[in-house]
Nanobody, 130 residues
């Protein structure tokens, strides 16, 4: 079973940058490189929402309208790690950020059901102060 561990969260001022990582451990077989990976976030009192997705080979990336142009998703399959570079952060970006591994290799956009995702990380808090 794949385990996903997010890191890089913390407190940042508005306008600042932060980089998140999602490391996958695969004790049985290498599946990270065959799966699309997503970032989601959940703010207090709100539903979990799509942030970004990257296809298995990094060839296609998708973003929510709210982060497009500010966030960049990437992955390094040799390191079993996915990243989210967040720039020009806003207080509205404050949330717990989760990574998830999809059942499929193709990037999973905002309409993809949660059932499309096999594995989830525990989340990392990002707080943007004004």
């Amino acid at each position: 079973q794949v385990q996903l561990v997010e890191s890089g969260g913390g407190l940042v001022q508005a306008g600042g940058s932060r980089s998140l990582s999602c490391a996958a451990s695969e004790p049985s077989e290498p599946t990270f490189s065959a799966r699309a990976m997503n970032w989601f976030r959940q703010a207090p009192g709100k539903e979990r929402e799509f942030v970004a997705s990257i296809a298995w080979d990094g060839g296609i990336t998708l973003y929510s309208d709210s982060v497009k142009g500010r966030f960049t998703i990437s992955r390094d399959n040799a390191k079993n790690t996915m990243y989210l570079q967040m720039n020009s952060l806003e207080p509205a970006d404050t949330a717990v950020y989760y990574c998830a591994a999809a059942r499929f290799p193709a990037a999973q956009g905002p309409d993809a059901p949660f059932s499309n995702f096999l594995y989830w990380g525990q989340g990392t808090q990002v707080t943007v102060s004004s």
